[in-house]
């Protein structure tokens, strides 16, 4: 496929090229037509706005906030919010689309968006970002809403920060609608009205689809050994959730380092380690190695669990791992893919491995809609469900189109959207 991509672009405008390439490969594959090509090639909507918050010290500081509504065709925007310096709206604009194969996918009745703030949480104290949080959600007003646009956390981001924007959202409204407005975020705490089951849903997630697939092969699961980068949410449940079934986690690698320990390193003793030294360098049960060394660990499994971007055309060829899951959204570029199907890596892509998020912020947002709550049980049996669902799905349209595993997911994600299109028509 050619490289359209301009050399003086920046990083997030370059991943949203890709992420516009690996479109218009599926869109061909499905015979996708023009029309609704060239309207989801661009988002809808995308909204930078500047807003001052107070410091400590009583200064005031500007800080620059994204919010891309990709598509609503399925349902209301849904995505993540990152807390993250070099935030920009290319990436936004690539994980807002993203976002938007990803609900699809899942069949949740909802849409793609993402958003975030130019920041670094780990530079504020808790009241900072509090008042950062709040001033972002007031300066975005009505656009959202419990059912147009609803936020969730990502990197950087947490079930406290939910609670803040839920909090400023309903006390900017009339009194009548507080109550039944809780569901505009998801990912809240569960005393706020949060689901059991969501921090750890993206994880969780992962661990079943991993299972899923080494089920359809006939592979033994217990035993096998994976390699984890990224030690945040997604990551550390991850690792909970495959110790369960037996893995055994023996390299971790994040922004302070990397770590191997032949013989296992234990998930809950990590996470009390990086809780307080802010990362996994350090951990005393294993051994220091290099990044690049842990991209080419001696493991089963690798889950690329931090940011885009990671497994590229330097790493691919010296994998060795025979499966890698997609925990991050688009940590393996386009040519970096190509290397590794040629070598016969089995790669879970992304919108379906990591989709457990989603797919539980729905349960919550159901949740709350009922006023009702679900035990963490119905939570995972459900999750499960639909994420094999989807899973049977792309198996099966791998199958027909004789594609890569992540051009049969977005074909199954396209179809659904074009279908959609079809039946409602482009109006006015
Ligand atoms: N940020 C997560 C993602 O990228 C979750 C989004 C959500 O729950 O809305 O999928």
Redesign the pocket.
Known sequence: MPTRRSADSTEGEQLFETAVEQFDAAADLIGLSDNIRTILRSPKNEIIVNFPAEMDDGSLRVFRGYRVQHSDILGPY???L?FTPGVELGEVKA?AM??TW?TSLSNVP?GGA?GGIAFNPREHSVREIERIVRRFTHALGSNIGPEHD?????IGSNAQAMVWMMDTYLNSGSGGDRQNTRRVV??KTIETGGSLGRDKA?GQGLAFVLAHQFDRVNRELEGSTVAIQGFGNVGEHCARAMAQMGVTMTHVADHTGAIMNGRGIDAEALWRHTSEAGGVAGFDDAEALDVDEFFTADVDILVPAAIENQITTERAPHVRASVIVEGA?GPTSVEGERILIDRGVEILPDVLA??G??I??YFEWLQNKMSARWQLGQVDDELRRYLWEAADAIEAEKKRLACSRREAAYAVALARIGTVFNQRGIWP
Do not use: C, E, H, Q
């Open positions: 849904k995505g993540g990152r994980l993203w976002m990803k909802f993402k609803i936020p969730a956390p990502d998801t990912g993206t959204n990591n989709a998020g989603v539980v912020s």
